[in-house]
């Protein structure tokens, strides 16, 4: 049986920091001093608003997703990789870009050379993606008119919109199932478990919790901070903010599940090739011994 | 004594191919090269289809040389529609071309290499070298091309993506290096083929041959006029066996046949004296290496490539006239001829590749050789029996 | 892996027969292997390659352990199906490699009556033939396959490291693949989560991306069925265990 806890939640990780990016904000920071100190040769990432794939060459243009929704990040693999012959290339997008990448650098299905090509990941947290109209659609249905959303973070365990106008929307996530992408609805890595940092969103627009998982995100990290130390400001997340993120994820995922559940009991088809990952999730779902960390969904 | 030889599957050349040999002493006396690999059929899958999805498929005619595939279908098309290119577009597929040449020429030293090197630890130390200059050559195909085979960029109208001034000099700044690199291994085929030669026993002479040459410009390719070609069917001059099998025409320019490739381009546009034989053949290739990269070099230095390179109007044509496409490829004149109709569909295809012209040019090289060694003549002509079969 | 049973027991000498065979396609294939490059040599002198028309000079097919087969076979060839007897018998294990082999490729629009031989026009893909069913054993799909995954591919075949070779494997039971399935095994079954990936793969750019919608797009025109869409496309497999770069 899959037990929820935070290795299945958030995943391994070194350690959690709340990073302080002093009124701006801290990843932005980060990836405007990565390419200044030329750490990385280009930024792989989508616009503001989250509609279209952009490749950011120069410091001062970069600029990153505030909202839940970042499609299409990896169609511009082939120009970044083979056209631009970038070696040293950074990537900010959900969970679901990283299945993808990953997938290209360890098959070198899709694009020539991914493997060597990568030099940094990092995933942000994501309840789920929306397209324009979702927004609108949810934004109406809770608040009972249509309104922008500015940015989504998270707040002692809730999912919250920034609109617009300045005002702030709680979403619940049964509302918020309701009208993501229908692949969001079976996504069991909501915390972008394949990276080499996670990075939640919170209420102040200048910090963000990072979750560092992997030596090199470590690393880069403690570079940047020797060679520009000041600009972003590090401080140990304490354990009650980990546990908040858990819970939100754990109330989200339940619901992931229960759609992962109906679908295989109904016999609903799964694509060509795949093995059937939700048949293998229920299977380890529905039994007592199986040692989960070893699959991947 | 007379005797006939039927040799099927040339090794150390692409693609499986036949030769037919009339033998008098050891001796060919007569010798028909020919192509064995079933016609694929690109001239009538294209009919019916949108024009500009031409150059997808033609590209994928061949794998060794599949750019020129697609520039002559787009320059085709575009003469049928009358659509204009911007020049710089013209200038990259240029480029690509030149690009897939020194790949594909060099492509080619690979292949016959366990002919030049009898030490397997040699040969791969000059597959090696060779690599690293295939290497670059397949760095502009991607940069600029889309991919290294098939290159997706090559649209009718244009090349679909700009080419950035910081991605051109990248290539630039490779540029010299490679030059020497080139030089070095130049060198060293020259060396090893003058060894091949020696080894076997062949003089300078072998496999001369008396015809005319044909191509339409060192570099590019200029407009021809397709009435001069006509075409002999394999079952005009192939015995019953091999009749029915033979998979390519024999195309003939004013009735006569021509030799066309890196030494045509050389005695038309560079006033170089033929020796005739055929290891002028390999040596003239080699050299055509060197001057594609200098050519790219200065096609890239000349201007700027980041604008816009695509003129995106719709083909439409009166279904009458035939646009004509001529590419100077690796081995060749590659001409393509298309007619399209009003809506832009394709309602008449035809291609003539250099393999095909060169076929009869193998044959006549043939005549007057050891039976032995009438492999190492079809080598030097680096047949592309893929192509020639399309 | 059965290629590796007579010398289990002396893997030092292990050198794996590797041979290249050409039925109706572009070459491309081939050539893509020699894309690696300098990786290339390195794989030249790691496995024995016994056959192939353009690199070695043998006329005849000897046995081999592994067959790279790219193109489809020509029916109405006497040579195609010679070579085909031939291959069943002569190689251990078959890999499809390439569109055409594989999933049909580009073949898949010929319809014959060109001269001089008007008659050719029916085309399979290596995977489709009954005859060699238990032989083929991986399909690679691609119009070319990366040279990338043409490496590991070799190394994993080499290493025999199942897990990535799985995939392949459940490829040869699928005989078609092209840019219809993106659209009708991911995104219209709702698995489809937007990553722009399939588009990133096509060698057509067959697939565009809709951003309005956050889906790929396709234009079946440009279309050449080479199944590397859908082969790219995280929702089809994923790697496993789950791959860590650090």
């Known amino acids: ?297 | 004594m007379r005797k006939v030889v039927k040799l099927e599957g040339i090794p150390l050349t692409e693609g499986h191919s036949g030769l037919y040999l009339e033998v008098e002493d050891g001796i060919v006396e007569r010798g028909i090269y020919y192509a064995l690999v079933p016609v694929r059929g690109f001239e009538t899958l294209l009919l019916g289809k949108d024009s500009r999805v031409a150059p997808t498929i033609t590209t994928r005619i061949c794998g060794l040389c599949q750019v020129t595939h697609a520039i002559a279908s787009v320059r085709a098309i575009e003469d049928a529609a009358g659509i204009e290119v911007p020049p710089e577009a013209e200038k990259l597929r240029e480029v690509l071309g030149l690009a897939v040449r020194v790949y594909n020429n060099l492509l080619h030293q690979i292949i016959i290499s366990e002919d030049l090197f009898p030490e397997k630890k040699e040969q791969l130390g000059f597959i090696r070298e060779v690599q690293e200059v295939r290497k670059f050559a397949g760095m502009v195909l991607e940069t600029i091309g889309g991919e290294i085979i098939h290159s997706p960029n090559v649209k009718v109208g244009g090349i679909s993506e700009p080419l950035e001034e910081f991605v051109k000099d990248k290539i630039l700044c490779r540029l010299s290096d490679i030059l020497l690199k080139l030089q070095a291994s130049f060198s060293l085929f020259r060396e090893k083929l003058d060894d091949l030669w020696k080894r076997e026993g062949l003089d300078e002479e072998f496999g001369k041959h008396n015809l005319s040459f044909f191509a339409t410009d060192p570099y590019y390719g200029k407009k021809i006029d397709f009435e001069r070609f006509s075409f002999v069917l394999p079952q005009e001059i192939l015995e019953a066996g091999l009749k029915r099998r033979a998979s390519n025409l024999f195309p003939v320019i004013d009735g006569k046949p021509f030799e066309t490739g890196p030494r045509a381009r050389a005695v038309l546009f560079r006033g170089y004296k033929p020796k005739g034989g055929v290891k002028e053949l390999h040596l003239l290739r080699a050299q055509e290496n060197l001057d594609a990269l200098k050519r790219i070099g200065e096609i890239l230095e000349s201007g700027r490539f980041d604008g816009e390179l695509w003129n995106r109007k719709t083909p439409s044509s009166d279904g009458e006239t035939l646009g004509i496409g001529v590419h100077e490829a690796p081995r060749g004149t590659n001409v393509h001829a298309v007619k399209i109709d009003k809506s832009g569909k394709i309602i008449y295809y035809k291609i003539v590749v250099p393999t095909e012209i060169n076929f009869f040019a193998v044959s006549e090289a043939l005549r007057g050789v050891p039976a032995t060694k009438v492999e190492f003549i079809v080598r030097a002509y680096d047949p592309c029996i893929v192509c020639a079969a399309h | 892996m059965f290629y590796r049973d007579r010398l289990s027991f002396e893997e030092e000498d292990f050198k794996l027969k590797v041979g290249f065979l050409h039925f109706s396609s572009c070459s491309g294939c081939q050539v893509a292997f020699l894309d690696m490059f300098e990786e290339a040599v390195e794989i030249l002198d790691t496995v024995e390659l016994v056959y192939s028309n353009m690199l070695t000079k043998r006329r005849d097919i000897p046995r081999m352990d592994v067959a790279f087969v790219e193109g489809a076979l020509c029916v109405e060839d006497p040579h195609h199906i010679n070579l085909l007897r031939e291959v069943g018998k002569k190689a251990k294990v078959i890999v499809a490699i390439g569109g055409c082999a594989a999933f049909g490729g580009v073949r898949r629009l010929s319809c014959g009556n060109q001269l001089p031989q008007p008659q050719s026009q029916t085309f399979v893909p290596v995977t489709e033939v009954e005859f060699l069913r238990t032989k083929v054993k991986y399909a690679i799909p691609g119009c070319p396959p990366n040279p990338s995954l043409l490496y590991s591919f070799l190394l994993a075949l080499l290493e025999v490291n199942e897990d990535f070779l799985l995939p392949f494997e459940l490829m040869t039971s699928s005989t078609k693949a092209s840019g219809f399935d993106i659209i009708s095994e991911v995104v219209n079954k709702g698995f489809c989560v937007g990553c722009g990936t399939c588009s990133t793969a096509c060698p057509t750019r067959a697939i565009s991306f809709n951003r309005e919608c956050g889906k790929p797009s396709f234009n079946s025109n440009l279309c050449v069925h080479c199944g590397s869409c859908l082969a790219a496309c995280p929702q089809s497999f994923k790697p496993y265990p789950q791959p860590v770069y650090v």
């Open chain 1, 1 to 297: 049986m899959v037990g929820l806890n935070r290795r299945f939640l958030i995943g391994d990780f070194r350690g959690a920091f709340v990073v302080e990016g002093k009124g701006k904000n801290p990843i932005e920071s980060i990836f405007r001093l990565m390419i200044k100190h030329k750490f990385i040769d280009g930024l792989l990432t989508c616009s503001k608003t989250g509609d279209s794939p952009k490749l950011i060459l120069k410091s001062d243009e970069v600029e990153l997703p505030s909202r839940n929704t970042c499609f299409g990040v990896n169609s511009l693999l082939k120009r970044a990789i083979q056209k631009y012959r970038f070696s040293r290339l950074a990537v900010y997008a959900p969970a679901c870009t990283f299945d993808g990448l990953n997938k290209t650098q360890y098959f070198g299905i899709g694009c020539n050379w991914t493997k060597t090509a990568i030099s940094l990941k990092v995933g942000f947290l994501c309840p789920g993606l929306l397209t324009e109209n979702g927004f609108t659609a949810e934004v109406s249905d809770i608040t009972g008119k249509p309104g922008k959303v500015e940015r989504f973070y998270f707040d002692r365990g809730e999912l919250f919109y920034l609109l617009e106008d300045g005002s702030s929307v709680k979403v619940s996530p049964s509302i918020h199932h309701h009208y993501i992408n229908s692949a969001c609805r079976y996504c069991l890595n909501m915390a972008a478990k394949g990276t080499d940092i996670t990075c939640v969103s919170l209420k102040e627009e200048d910090k963000v919790l990072f979750i560092v998982r992997s030596e090199r995100g470590w690393s880069t990290l403690a570079h940047l901070q020797k060679v520009s130390p000041g600009e972003v400001l590090f401080r140990k997340a304490d354990g009650e903010l980990l546990t908040s993120v858990e819970n939100f994820l754990r109330e989200k995922i339940l619901l992931n599940i229960a759609d992962i559940v109906e679908r295989v009991e109904l016999g609903l088809p799964v694509p060509k090739w795949n093995d059937n990952k939700l048949r293998k999730f229920y299977r380890i779902w529905n039994s007592v011994d199986v040692n989960f960390e070893e699959e991947v969904f």
